[in-house]
């Protein structure tokens, strides 16, 4: 089994492609569990990359945001 690369996928309000930001495996637990709470809310909240960088993300822009592995071929939801 291939190594997960888990990355936040945000899909804006506004439409167009979806932004995606790979996340240290570190970072991926808190984030998805307080990820409903940005969207609620609408927070601007700090996200680190895999990378080290920082990205700050105003969810109240945002219509959709997931956590998703890149690695996964099927980009269908409900298949496993």
Known sequence: MADQKPAL???LATGGEPLMFALPDEEVD??????H???EHGSVHPVRT???STV????G?????????LQR???V???R
């Open 30 to 35: 808190e984030l998805a569990k307080n990820l």
């Open 56 to 59: 700050t993300v105003h969810f």
């Open 61 to 69: 822009h945002v219509a959709v945001a997931y956590i998703d592995d």
């Open 77 to 79: 939801f409900g298949l």
């Open 73 to 75: 071929k099927s980009k």
């Open 50 to 52: 895999k990378e080290g």
């Open 9 to 11: 996928v945000l899909h």
């Open 37 to 39: 709470l940005l969207l």
